[in-house]
């Protein structure tokens, strides 16, 4: 990792890393296409952003009704536009996508065809100074998603040096977790620290720079804390759960991820679903249960991008996509593993190393 500043030049990629500075580009466009197979019916776009796969959904099927969803109040508003230019195809809808199926119900609709989530932090908050979600420039440091909660300048202020350094360490990869939480603690003893310029200086002062990388030191720090202020993890697991009770049988479910934490939990509920895995069903309160396959993998592995999409938009580099078909087996219980698997171990205040 280096420890100068990005230059203008360079800006985040959704998993942490500097790419150059570009719009907002939909990450696996065609295979999520394909792999929806849309042929009229209804199609939930659960993670609007900028409207790059509910424009190609729209496109790709003149007979499919389009359903998009964003907790974020400035993607529903930049959104109307394509509503009206939808000719009555699309609506918009204010909500989380962990509880999708909610929301679906509220607007008076039932059961889907389609769900396709794109999983992370869009171009168009990393991209605007004042979300504070990325130190290319300064700005507050706010990263919230919607606008509710506390901000990611309330936990760096507030949050205990354990908590801290856990968040940064499971969430946010970084081996110098304990280094960083302490050093924000010394620093807050003199003022608080408000800005995305003030922190990333405190971790450039305390993590190491890797031999050939043009990673920003605080490119992992600021990932861990995003994931936390917006409980990424947590509400990537509800989707899943609300995604399964939304589609109807033959209906299919899409997610594209960026780092190796939503992977895993995204392959594993998969796993799970399908009868591939009886691993998670183990962790359920009361011991193992009956697999029900409530899911048939469309994809037997992740679907990666190619060579020209990753040089055309090197922020697609570390995606994957997972796609399954909703079977007609009932709705099993939610895989308590997933939520533990989303959330901070209780081990990580004890034995590991940071």
Known sequence: MSRRRPSPETAPRHDGAEVPDQPHVPVLLAEVIET?????????????????????????????????????????????ALVAASGGRLRLLHGRFGALDTVLAEAGLAQVDRVVLDIGVSSMQLDV????????????????????????????????????????????????????????????????????????ELVAGVVRTEPGSHIHPATRTFQGLRIAVNDELGELVRALHAAERALRPGGRLAVVTFHSLEDR???????????????????????????????????????????????????????????????????????????????LPDAARGGHRR
């Open 129 to 200: 100074p004042e979300r504070g979600f990325s130190f290319r420039n300064d700005g507050p440091l706010d990263m919230r998603m919607g606008a509710d909660g506390p901000s990611a300048a309330d936990l760096v202020n507030e949050a205990d040096e354990t908590v801290l350094a856990d968040i940064i360490y499971h969430y946010g990869e970084e081996r110098r977790s304990r280094a960083v939480a302490r050093t924000i603690l010394e620093a807050r003893r003199r003022g608080r620290i408000e800005t995305t310029a003030q922190l990333a």
């Open 265 to 343: 939990i995204v392959k594993q509920f998969f796993a799970a679903r399908s009868g591939r895995s009886a691993q998670a069903s183990r962790h359920l309160p009361g011991g193992p249960v009956e697999t029900i396959r409530s899911f048939r993998l469309v994809t037997k592995g992740p679907v990666l991008p190619g060579e020209a999409e990753t040089a055309r938009n090197p922020r697609a580099r570390s995606a994957k996509l997972r796609v399954a078909e909703r079977t007609e087996s009932d709705v099993p219980e939610p895989l308590a593993a997933l939520t533990a698997l989303a959330s």
């Open 36 to 80: 929806l197979a849309t042929a009229g019916g209804l199609a939930v776009d659960g993670t609007f952003g900028a409207g790059g796969y509910t424009r190609a959904l729209l496109a790709a099927d003149p007979a499919l009704q389009v359903v998009a969803i964003d907790r974020d109040p400035t993607a529903i508003a930049g959104g109307q």
